[in-house]
């Protein structure tokens, strides 16, 4: 269970770390991508430098689930903006839900105080 949830923690980390680092070297297709989502090129750095933030917050075991919650806030923020941009549901406004399941769901896996906290309940 644990080997489980560093991988999907592993998966989230990469994906998430790697646009980061793309909005920090403010790469042409990315400024690009963020502009047509209604942002100014100028929101692509500081949008990347918080996405770094929350994603080192994730990383470091005792503020992972800090770092959890504050990826939440970030993945709400790009859900939001898929949806006012008109974007299709399973492809892009759906997307940030699939990477804020693997950062919980890994961090639950690989976290026992967390599942202690927020158990997991079958009806009988």
């Known amino acids: 269970m644990h080997a489980l949830g560093r991988a999907l923690s ?3 980390v990469l994906f998430l770390g790697v646009d980061a680092l793309a909005k920090l070297l403010q790469l042409g297709p990315v400024v690009a991508g963020t502009a047509e989502l209604g942002y100014p090129p100028s ?26 919650l504050l990826l939440t806030g970030y993945l709400g923020g790009a859900i939001a903006t898929h949806l006012r941009a008109g974007n ?3 492809s892009h406004i ?4 699939y990477v804020a399941l693997f ?8 976290e026992a105080r ?8 079958v009806a009988r």
């Open 114 to 121: 967390l599942r202690a906290l927020l158990p997991l309940r």
């Open 103 to 110: 950062v919980w769901g890994g961090l639950f896996l690989r």
């Open 88 to 90: 299709p549901l399973f």
């Open 43 to 68: 929101a692509v750095l500081v949008i990347g430098i918080l996405e770094a933030l929350c994603v080192a917050a994730y990383v470091v075991p005792p503020t992972a689930v800090l770092g959890a």
């Open 10 to 12: 592993a998966l989230a």
């Open 94 to 97: 759906l997307f940030p839900v």
